[in-house]
């Protein structure tokens, strides 16, 4: 099965800070994804990435960064955290040809 | 992008079999149907993909019409286990291609 990996799966942060949030794939996937995704409501997508160099926002605006500098890596970075960052970020990643997503577990966030 | 629509939740019980039925009238020649299983707190996961007539695996079957403006998710003998999320998804491999989720159905088995 899948191997994407999302760490940490739990964080709970002061506002001001900067945060990482850290997401691997083994599958050598060119596709790579995140979502966020409040509890009991829909995932949205926030920014997305067709390869090494390739990053693009999604559908929901987000203060949120991206950066694809390997195939396997896809941090998402916060510079200043705020309680409405609170929510479960989930990076999911897919073949070049094909529309099947492999998700991470998932990092919940709190920003306090 | 083809939007699709879903009921919003439904319910069953167990051993029934259950129908969830998603519209996307506006699917593209190149556009694949594939639906995702989403348990609280997790990601969601792959359950069954297809492009046109039936498509069956361990776990589900899915059926599209001739016109695919629909398709049905179909899962046989229900346990309380799959009380969760399903959603549907529609899109292609090529070229521009962002996989947007819809609000998904809320299934709830019952004992």
């Known amino acids: 099965e899948a191997d994407i990996y999302q760490t940490p799966r739990y964080l709970v942060i002061g506002t001001g800070k900067k945060i990482t949030l850290e997401c691997s794939q083994t599958m050598g996937h060119d596709k790579m994804y995140w979502y966020q995704q409040d509890p009991g409501m829909e995932l949205h997508l926030i920014h997305y990435s067709y390869g090494v160099n390739s990053t693009e926002k999604g559908d929901l605006s987000s203060e949120s960064t991206v950066s694809r500098i390997r195939t396997e890596h896809f941090p998402l970075t916060l510079e200043s955290a705020r309680p409405s960052h609170t929510s479960q970020y989930l990076c999911a990643s897919s073949e070049s040809k094909g529309e099947k997503l492999f998700f991470g577990s998932g990092t919940q966030l709190s920003v306090l | 992008l083809a939007k699709t629509t879903q009921p919003i939740s439904m319910d069953s019980y167990e051993g029934q079999e259950v129908n969830i039925t998603c519209s996307h009238n506006?699917?593209?020649?190149?556009?694949?149907i594939t639906w995702y299983q989403q348990f609280p707190s997790q990601g969601p996961r792959f359950i069954i993909q297809?492009?046109?007539t039936k498509v069956t695996n361990e776990v589900a079957s899915l059926f599209i019409p001739a016109d695919r403006k629909s398709s049905t998710l179909s899962l046989p003998r229900v346990s309380l286990s799959d009380t969760a999320v399903y959603y549907c998804l529609v899109g292609n491999s090529g070229g521009y291609n962002k996989l947007i989720f819809g609000a998904g159905t809320r299934l709830a088995v019952h004992p």
């Open positions: 297809g492009y046109k």
């Open positions: 506006n699917i593209a020649t190149n556009d694949y």
